[in-house]
């Protein structure tokens, strides 16, 4: 399982219609080529440093969506654990 499952595809959601081709194209290796999810997950949260041969403009923009993605999941967080609380 994933802590945070589908960053790369909530980023394609909301950034693919707005890329050049070759930032596509950069997309692309991004997501096929690294041998584990876990790693770009990493990268995008800069757990882990990005290789040279990823580290480009596609990286930026994914590393900057995580961080927002972040920021929005702790503003909701206190909902959800409302939603768990014993009834009284």
């Excluded at 499952?5 to 707005?18: C, G, I, M």
């Excluded at 194209?25 to 440093?49: C, F, H, Q, V």
Aim: proline share 10%; no cysteine; glycine share 0%.
């Amino acid at each position: 399982a994933h802590p945070n499952p589908s960053l790369p595809s909530l980023f394609a959601k909301e950034n693919l219609a707005r890329m050049s081709k070759e930032q596509l194209n950069r997309y692309d290796r991004l997501i096929n080529e690294p041998s584990n999810d876990w790693d770009i997950y990493y990268w995008a949260t800069e757990a882990k440093p990005t290789p040279a041969e990823f580290d480009n403009d596609v990286m930026a923009m994914l590393r900057e969506f995580a961080k927002n993605r972040n920021r929005e999941q702790r503003l909701r967080q206190p909902d959800l654990e409302y939603l768990f609380e014993p009834p009284r």
